[in-house]
Nanobody
Framework: QVQVVESGGGLVQPGGSLRLSCAASGSILSINSMGWYRQAPGKQRELVASITSGDTTYYAESVKGRFTISRDNAKNTGHLQMNSLKPEDTALYYC???????????????WGQGTQVTVSS
């Protein structure tokens, strides 16, 4: 099995910064992509940023220029650096890893439990 754990959330004032971390462990051959999603109360889960194994990145328009996604392939970890945070960034942030467990298995998506980010004065 594959476990995904997020950390780094918390309460921060508007304009502040947080760095989220995502750690994948278990029976992993390779991770194709990592993505950060968020879900605010009463809203649908949305993709915030993603990164492929070749370091191709995607950012939602709402976070471009403020968030930076990165990954360490050797450690099966990823990070989301969030700067200039706004109250509208408040949400539960999830990490999703598309991972292959063996050469014979189809890659699958694995989700963490989420880490809360609250931006408020």
């Amino acid at each position: 099995q594959v476990q995904v754990v997020e950390s780094g959330g918390g309460l921060v004032q508007p304009g502040g910064s947080l760095r989220l971390s995502c750690a994948a462990s278990g029976s992993i051959l390779s991770i194709n992509s990592m993505g950060w999603y968020r879900q605010a109360p009463g809203k649908q889960r949305e993709l915030v940023a993603s990164i492929t194994s070749g370091d191709t990145t995607y950012y939602a328009e709402s976070v471009k220029g403020r968030f930076t996604i990165s990954r360490d392939n050797a450690k099966n970890t990823g990070h989301l650096q969030m700067n200039s945070l706004k109250p509208e960034d408040t949400a539960l942030y999830y990490c999703k890893c598309n991972a292959r467990r063996s050469a014979l298995r189809t890659p699958a998506d694995y989700w963490g439990q989420g880490t809360q980010v609250t931006v408020s004065s």
